[in-house]
């Protein structure tokens, strides 16, 4: 009999037990490329994707499948596929499912790169994307078409902090026979597991959280098996005959693990975005902490809040816990642990305050990254939104006073004092405009 | 696969190719509440071996339609039907759990269609408590999760798998998601009730093969070696896993398999 083992204890063991032949406690790191066949019978049979087992590192790993089988069982998934990015698994999944002429119902308030993706090389492809709000149930049922193939979005979105109301958003899925995609990197599976309220695939990117230090890019998509890619005319590319099989069909042969098999002989085996080895073991010491971490960050994340709606240099304050956020209700229900470490506010006195307050932090890194143990910081206005007008970034939901902050793991009071510095600073411009 | 068969949508894996008319067939046997996907590491394995594979889903099964058999004596009336509509006159027939015992009702009341018996983590017969019984009635989701935890060893819980990245609990909850949600207690009764597994077995007269589960909470060990020892010729071996142990180790069943099929040539 299986134990059915609780989320602390799966964050560190599921996918491995101590190995046979030298007792290694810790998961060990297979840096190779390929596996020595027993025999060519052996050899045919991973060929042909007829039983389990590895053949070349690209298309899987034995380190980077103790990864997949953690994100699985954490998840409550059936199977994954960890690659090298998050923007590899959102690209493994689009290009897995859809195809020229199809399209895809997207949020309209996602991180950069996942917008970028379907609104300009997709389309290049022939594949086109609506966005609608996350939340407007009724925009999204009325967007999804018969070439509907895909609906996507972020539990909580980047950097906006919207949260998407995922069992709604999956029952109307449900209804019209669409595949749910959610990109659960914000919230990790410790806060939320997208699969339980209905969605069929989640998107990680393991560079933030879930690896949660800082030191390792890496992407996973993990399959609900819960979708059924039957209808041979809508998916035919899943349920039709696939020349990565020799003709025959992926549901039809794995069922409920069909997306992530078709994934790994066509997605891995020809475009190859594989993680490396080491980095799959990086993550993975990341995943063994990784409910200590988020207790931790969310414990500091609230506060900040207080401390920040207390602050006079703060103009506005948004985060899915404070009563004032729109999604507030939503978030209550999905995310009752809490809603992720990232708050984003307003500074007074605006772009050039906002820049002075980011010159003038020492603890706080400002860099392009969000999960790490350390405290993080962005100010759009003065990076990646540089180049565009306040009206051009009102646009894209953005301000240009807008700090976002990725809180960390130190002593609160550390963080604390740190942000006084940078209000010092910020106040000056502030005043001086004044 | 698709077929009609009696009236009814019908499916059976071969493992995506056509059967070819002169290649030994191979009938891979489902266990209660499960389908086709109970075998997916056998069926396209023994498919490049050379053999006619079929796998088929019982009624309300998988992809199969129709109104379910209600008795081990039903499942196999059923099997040989289907057999005879596919033209298939003689098959090796591997059985895993319920399955067992669909193919010891074979071997004693259609032995002109037995060329060959594995018997996987089964046994003479399957008696199911009643709670199981009940909540496959009451909950049914409940007791797909109680069975593939019971049916599992280490490797369930720790989610290792020779194939990578799959976490087999919530797989075998998903497979047992995709039949009727009536069928796991009509097939829990069915197994419950029957009772002519030991006279069935101890009219075997051909070699056969029996791969059991150490750590089997299901079928138990123990009553799989009654059954090898009532068999008159039955080699066994027994694998250290649980229940489900076409998943759970799929690479050691194929190589008893197939090394049961040489002795058959
Ligand atoms: C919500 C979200 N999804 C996906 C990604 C992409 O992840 P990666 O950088 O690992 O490709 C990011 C990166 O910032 C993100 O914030």
């Known amino acids: 009999m299986s134990e059915k083992y609780r989320f602390d204890t799966m964050s560190l063991h599921s996918g491995h037990v101590p190995d046979k032949e030298t007792g290694s406690r810790a998961v060990p790191i297979y840096q190779t490329t390929s596996y020595v066949f027993k025999d060519t019978d052996e050899a045919a049979a991973l060929y042909n994707m007829e039983v389990g087992g590895h053949l070349y590192t690209r298309i899987s790993n034995p380190t980077i499948a103790t990864l997949e089988q953690r994100l699985a069982s954490l998840d409550g998934g059936v199977s994954c596929i960890a690659c090298s990015s998050g923007m590899a698994a959102m690209h493994l999944v689009v290009s897995a499912i859809c195809s020229s002429g199809d399209h895809i119902v997207a949020s309209n308030k996602m991180y950069g790169a996942n917008i970028n993706l379907l609104q300009h090389t997709m389309t290049r492809f022939g594949i086109e994307t609506d966005f609608v709000n996350p939340n407007n149930l009724e925009e999204i049922e009325k967007s999804i ?57 989640v998107i990680h990117s393991l560079t933030k959280w879930i690896g949660g230090h800082g030191i390792a890019i890496g992407g996973a998509l993990v399959n609900g098996g819960n979708f059924d890619w039957g209808n041979k005319e809508k998916f035919p590319t899943i349920s039709g005959s696939h020349f990565a099989l020799n003709g025959i069909s992926f549901w039809e042969e794995f069922g409920p693990s069909a997306l992530t098999a078709k994934i790994r002989a066509e997605g891995m085996y020809n475009f190859g975005p594989s993680l490396s080895p080491n980095n799959a073991f990086y993550i993975l010491q990341g995943i063994e902490t990784l409910s200590l971490r988020m207790k931790k960050h969310i414990e500091n994340t609230k506060m900040m809040l207080k401390f920040l709606k207390e602050n006079e240099s703060v103009s506005w304050l948004r985060h899915p816990d404070l009563e004032d956020h729109p999604d507030h209700k939503i978030a209550k229900k999905i995310l009752p642990l809490g809603s992720g470490s990232i708050i984003v506010f307003g500074i007074k006195g605006g772009r050039d305050a906002g820049k002075a307050f980011i010159e ?33 970034m009102k646009m894209s939901g953005l301000t240009d006073d807008m700090i976002r902050l990725s809180v960390g793991l130190e002593d609160i009071e550390d963080i604390k004092i740190d942000f006084e510095k940078g209000f010092k600073a910020a106040a000056k411009i502030s005043s001086n405009k004044c | 696969m698709y077929t009609n068969f009696k009236g009814n949508k019908v499916y059976f894996s071969t493992g995506g190719l056509n059967l070819v008319k002169d290649n030994e067939t191979l009938c891979f046997v489902h266990g209660a509440g ?232």
């Open chain 1, 145 to 201: 078409k018969p070439n509907t193939k895909l609906v996507f979005g972020e539990v909580i979105g980047n950097p906006g902090l919207d949260v998407m109301n995922v069992p709604e958003v999956a029952k109307i899925c449900k209804k019209k026979n669409v595949p749910l995609a959610i990109d659960a990197t914000f919230n990790t599976p410790y806060l939320m597991k997208p699969i339980s309220h209905g969605a069929n695939i």
């Open chain 1, 360 to 392: 003038n932090v020492k603890l706080s890194s400002h860099l392009a990254n969000v999960g790490d143990a350390k405290t993080l910081l962005i100010h759009p206005g003065s990076t990646t939104h540089s180049h565009l007008s306040s009206e051009a």
């Open chain 2, 34 to 265: 499960q389908n086709h996907y109970s075998f997916t590491q056998q069926i396209r394995y023994f498919v490049s071996q050379g053999y006619n594979v079929i796998a088929p889903d019982f009624p309300g099964h998988g992809f199969s339609e129709g109104n379910q058999t209600i008795s081990i004596e039903e499942d196999m009336l059923w099997l040989v039907e289907l057999l005879a509509f596919l033209k298939i006159e003689k098959a090796t027939f591997i059985g895993h759990s319920q399955g067992c015992l669909t193919i010891l009702e074979l071997a004693e009341k259609k032995p002109e269609f037995v060329r060959g018996l594995v018997f996987v983590a089964g046994a003479m017969s399957i008696p199911v408590n009643d709670f199981l019984i009940d909540t496959s009635i009451d909950n049914p989701e409940k007791a797909y999760d109680l069975m593939v935890t019971w049916g599992q060893d280490n490797y369930g819980s720790f989610s290792i798998s020779d194939w990578p990245g799959h976490n087999h609990l919530a797989e075998g909850n998903a497979v047992m998601k995709m039949n009727d949600s009536s069928v796991l207690s009509k097939d829990l009764k069915s197994c419950n009730s029957y009772n002519n597994g030991k006279q069935a077995a101890s009219t075997i007269n051909i070699n056969c093969l029996a791969v059991l589960a150490k750590f089997d909470m299901m079928t138990p060990l123990k009553k799989g070696l009654q059954m090898v020892e009532i068999i008159k010729q039955c080699d066994y071996k027994i694998l250290e896993c649980g229940h489900f142990l076409p998943i759970e180790k799929p690479k050691e069943l194929n190589a008893l398999i197939k090394k049961y099929l040489n002795t058959l040539k």
